[in-house]
């Protein structure tokens, strides 16, 4: 990582509320270049706090492009950090309203020349493309990260029909928690409080409305740019460039793929890297990093500013076919080479079709299948990525094919299995292996289906207890190269716990049949070399946050030792499993501005390996925002918890906030949610 310190601008930054049409201010802090020509602005825009959580990753890169001689602007959504306002829905139509409101207010201001441009990670990139698909008339220009364009099938609600126990859950739990920090008072004043009150009584857990629409209905059909089963999606509407980035170890992947599809050429590139759900100048695993920021600069120079970088006679997708590699939680580096694709749909890919062998087979998986699965959004920490796959294996039907010389996949590949089940439910993970001399097992990709949505996201289509039915389904998108010697590994099971929540009894599991089924890989013509490279990552100077204890020696739990990241723990006697994970979002960080804040997170996630009710997830957060000069010190703690029978799903949460001793929240939620697909 080279760190820049000298750039082309001298820079300033200042922070700044941005009025709204109801009289709402967010927000924001604005870096720029010291300079009388009115400038570009980019904008990222996103509910996460700049003054603090995003605060190191902000500087990384707004002061970079203000030195490079752009406005660049951080703004936080209404109800979140110190913005006015109470917080909402995810990507709710206020929120994405008050982001054209931004993009407007930002191009009329005397310092911008009134061309906008967004760019984002996650949340960001999300909020960047779809403001981009509401096309406000300054937004020339957009760079999406790691983000999706299908909200119910590629995010963390819902795959393949299926119910993501592990982000469904996760991720709403972590948000409860976000959403109910409060303001700062260093920003916000002796207001902080009032606001803070106020924010916490309209909150909601996001769980409940997710769960609350297990189809891709209207719910889905207004969060997504991506439009599966529609006549015409919101691609149509995205007038602004998009380079859309994201890594093969990241789930929303596949977006880059349908934006390069569907986009017209002469507005889209897309770039898959090896990397997980992080900016890919960041140095974390898996890399290699590469110059984003100096490649971004380039989309930039180009949309806004009209300077022919070249960047427009690049591939229209740039993707990394990873090296074959031995089975690890974490990954420094990936070997590999970078190949561009004049098309998506690639000239250079063909389809090859390998047939499944053998009699019919049972396929009735223990509940646990999936222990090893690794994180949902991998962040490049020690135990992320999937440990070999030998015991998944053996818990699943395995087919396999012998690799004459190297074979390269680059794209998603595909099944189609002949499948007859005696009951109405169920569903179908399968997963793509790579599998060495030595027997060791690396996972490549996988997909899952729930059978009932097997004619569609949009529907529950109940299987006929005893008839045999083709199914077919994609697996994520994938670059990986089989060398010669290897097997290609296809695992098909009845249970992927804790990713797919289990459908009543789908522990029956179904019986496959592999004549007529068949594994169809996307295989790339392989290169001798390619003059595709980018620079070195560079930054600006970190913030100069430091990790460690807080001041006063504050703990939110007393452990002999840390944690591990991910612990599987099995009763014999009970037939239980348990996996508990750390997510490592946190811990202590001391600010240079003195703030003091503390984060503890542990999911838990249980069952019985032969009873798919006995399903049941845990989520506990304990975050403590401290400023010793002020004499604030609050905290806030929550617990969620899902569970199931075979009709419905159980949500327990539960909020409590406090100021010093004094508690100023505290709620619980318990709700029913009937089962209707998931």
């Not at 990394?320 to 580096?333: F, G, I, M, R």
Request: glycine share 8%; hydrophobic share 35%.
């Amino acid at each position: 990582m080279r760190i820049r310190t000298s750039f082309p601008y001298e820079t300033v930054h200042d922070d700044v509320r941005i009025p709204l049409p109801d009289g709402t201010l967010l927000y924001a802090r604005v870096w720029r270049p010291l300079t009388q020509e009115p400038v570009p602005a980019i904008l990222e825009y996103l509910p996460y706090r700049l003054t603090d959580r995003t605060a190191p990753r902000d500087g990384q890169r707004h002061p970079w492009y203000a030195g490079h001689g752009y406005a660049s602007v951080r703004v936080e959504v209404r109800g979140h950090g110190n913005s006015e306002g109470l917080p909402g829905d995810a990507y709710s139509a206020a929120e994405l309203a008050d982001g054209v409101e931004v993009v407007d207010w930002l191009a009329a201001q005397p310092w911008c020349d009134g061309r906008v441009g967004m760019f984002g990670i996650s949340w960001g990139g999300f909020d960047s493309l779809r403001i981009a698909a509401l096309a406000p008339e300054p937004l020339k220009a957009v760079v999406t990260v790691c983000c999706t364009d299908d909200r119910y099938d590629n995010d963390v609600h819902y795959r393949g029909g299926s119910v993501l126990a592990v982000d469904m859950h996760a991720w709403a739990a972590t948000m409860l928690a976000f959403v109910s920090r409060p303001p700062d008072p260093l920003h916000v004043g002796d207001a902080w409080r009032e606001m803070w009150r106020a924010r916490l009584d309209a909150v909601e857990p996001f769980v409940h409305t997710w769960l609350d629409h297990q189809t891709r209905d209207d719910y889905w059909r207004h969060g997504s740019v991506r439009e599966a089963e529609a006549e015409a999606d919101d691609h149509d509407a995205i007038g602004a460039a998009v380079l859309a980035v994201g890594g093969w170890h990241d789930p929303y992947r596949d977006t880059v793929l349908r934006l390069v599809e569907h986009l017209p050429a002469d507005r889209v590139r897309g770039i898959v890297g090896p990397w997980s759900h992080q900016y890919p100048d960041r140095g974390r695993a898996p890399g290699p990093a590469i110059g984003f920021l100096q490649e971004t600069l380039r989309w930039w120079d180009q949309h806004l500013k009209g300077i022919d970088t070249g960047v427009m006679r690049e591939p229209l997708l740039r993707a990394y076919v990873s090296d074959s590699h031995p089975p690890a939680t974490v990954l420094d580096t990936l070997p590999g080479r970078w190949v561009g694709e004049p098309a998506w749909p690639s000239p250079h890919v063909t389809t090859v079709a390998y047939g499944l062998q053998g009699a019919p087979v049972l396929v009735r998986s223990p509940q646990h299948t999936g222990v090893d699965a690794g994180r949902f959004r991998p962040l490049g920490n020690d135990a992320d990525l999937p440990p070999d796959q030998r015991e998944e294996d053996a818990r699943s039907a395995c087919f396999e094919f012998a690799t004459g010389e190297e074979t390269w996949v680059l794209g998603r590949p595909r099944v189609r299995l002949r499948v007859t089940s005696e009951v109405s439910r169920g569903q179908i993970a399968a997963r793509l292996c790579d599998v060495a001399p030595d027997g060791s097992s690396t996972l490549v990709t996988r997909g899952v289906l729930n059978l009932s949505a097997r004619h569609g996201r949009d529907r529950v289509v109940p299987w006929e207890p005893g008839a045999t039915q083709e199914v077919a389904f994609e697996l994520n998108g994938i670059g990986h190269a089989f060398p010669p010697g290897h097997r290609i590994r296809l695992a098909v099971s009845s249970a992927y716990w804790p990713w797919i929540w289990p459908q009543p009894g789908s522990q029956a599991g179904f019986t496959l049949e592999p004549a007529g089924s068949f594994l169809e890989l996307p295989v790339r013509a392989r290169e001798s070399a390619s003059d595709i490279a980018f620079e070195e990552p560079e930054q600006s100077a970190p913030l100069g946050v430091t990790r460690g204890a807080a001041a006063d020696g504050w703990s939110p739990a007393t452990l002999d030792e840390p944690r591990p990241e991910r612990l599987v723990v099995r009763d014999v006697a009970k037939g239980e499993w348990r996996l508990e994970v750390d997510p490592r979002y946190g811990g202590t960080r001391v600010y240079p501005d003195g703030l003091e804040i503390t984060e503890d997170a542990l999911e838990t996630y249980t069952i019985d390996e032969q009873d798919p009710l006995s399903a049941r997830t845990r989520s506990d957060w304990t975050i403590r925002l401290h400023r010793p000069e002020l004499a604030w010190d609050t905290t806030v703690r929550t617990r969620s918890e899902i569970t199931c029978d075979g009709t419905d799903f159980h949500t327990s949460d539960e909020v409590v906030c406090t100021a010093g001793d004094e508690v100023v929240f505290h709620r619980t939620w318990e709700k029913r949610i009937p089962r209707t697909a998931g």
